[in-house]
């Protein structure tokens, strides 16, 4: 009996080891790898780019299990203004009115559940921290060779984001932004 249990055991241990060699963590290229953002009002949109600092995916045997991302939300510019309009928006998204990047100067994203639709696709949910705060979210995640994408949308709400929602203030009019901005994520790996 006791050899058995030592067989048995043995067994396990030597299973979990070659398991953990077919897990791998794969690093994104930041630098490749792109994120735009687009925030609609009442009157229209604005959009723009903000940067990956880093992130990786964690796959087991080729499935998606896992991932994390830092972005610098220093980085936070417009792409349909120029000029000093630009300036002036990028310096409102930058401030306490929104994203508070000074004293936030990173947003992070970690998966918490994952689950396979197949053909690459998985639902993805993960903890966003903004602005301090940390939420869920569950976004679709598709996986291809090289790349993956998502795109994710996120109530800033949520993340204590106030400036023009009417979440917060019921009398602002026609004035208000919605609360929800579109997030489109290309990953290069």
Do not use: C
Request: no cysteine.
């Amino acid at each position: 009996m006791k050899k058995t249990i030592t067989t048995l055991f043995l067994s396990a241990v030597a299973f979990l080891n070659s398991a953990n060699l077919t897990a791998q963590e794969v690093a994104i290229n930041a630098s490749e790898s792109s994120i735009h953002w687009t925030g609609k009002k009442v009157t229209g949109q604005h959009e723009g780019n903000i940067n990956l600092i880093s992130g990786s995916l964690n796959m087991t045997d080729g499935v998606l299990t896992g991932g994390s991302f830092v972005v610098n939300m220093n980085s936070i510019i417009t792409t349909d203004l120029e000029g000093g309009s630009a300036d002036k928006l990028e310096g409102h998204l930058k401030s306490d009115d929104f994203f508070g990047v000074q004293a936030h100067p990173e947003a992070t994203l970690v998966f918490t559940a994952i689950e396979s639709k197949g053909a690459g696709l998985y639902s993805v949910t993960g903890d966003f921290t903004i602005k301090g705060k940390t939420n869920p979210e569950t976004f679709d995640l598709q996986l291809s060779e090289g790349s993956a994408t998502a795109k994710v949308v996120i109530d800033r709400s949520e993340y204590d984001i106030k400036y023009g929602s009417k979440s917060f203030f019921e009398n602002i009019g026609d004035k208000f932004i919605y609360d929800e901005f579109d997030l489109d994520v290309t990953l290069k790996l």
